[in-house]
């Protein structure tokens, strides 16, 4: 079981950067993949990046590559979303996400931090 606490959200200006956390509890983050997704107003939630156990593999969304970077801190049992040259279009709740098997659906959601990205 792992419980997951994102933080790090809120109103930003276009051009503006967040950093987005992850917390885990438990012994084991480092045995899960964490992804990062998001829910706009409206729209179904959509992958926007993962990051393998060790850190040493990531994927993200071709909206986000170049602006946004996922990393992982496994002594500290959290992930981060790095976010920058936000758009308008990046406003939404953003949710961590864990699992232990790449082909797998995620087992464990946190609660999600909202973004808001203004003119």
């Known amino acids: 079981q792992v419980h997951l606490v994102e933080s790090g959200g809120g109103l930003v200006q276009a051009g503006g950067s967040l950093n987005l956390s992850c917390v885990a509890s438990?012994?084991?983050?480092?045995?899960?993949?964490i992804g990062w997704f998001r829910q706009a107003p409206g729209k179904e939630r959509e992958f926007v990046a993962h990051?393998?156990?060790?850190?040493?593999?990531?994927k993200y969304v071709d909206s986000v590559k170049g602006r946004f970077t996922i990393s992982r801190d496994n002594a500290k049992n959290t992930a981060y979303l790095q976010m920058n040259s936000l758009k308008l279009e990046d406003t939404a709740v953003y949710y961590c996400?864990?699992?232990?098997?790449?082909?797998?659906?995620?087992?464990?959601w946190g609660q999600g931090t909202q973004v808001t990205v203004s003119s």
């Open positions: 996400a864990a699992k232990r098997v790449i082909p797998k659906e995620y087992d464990y």
């Open positions: 438990g012994r084991t983050f480092s045995t899960y993949i």
């Open positions: 990051i393998t156990w060790a850190g040493d593999n990531t």
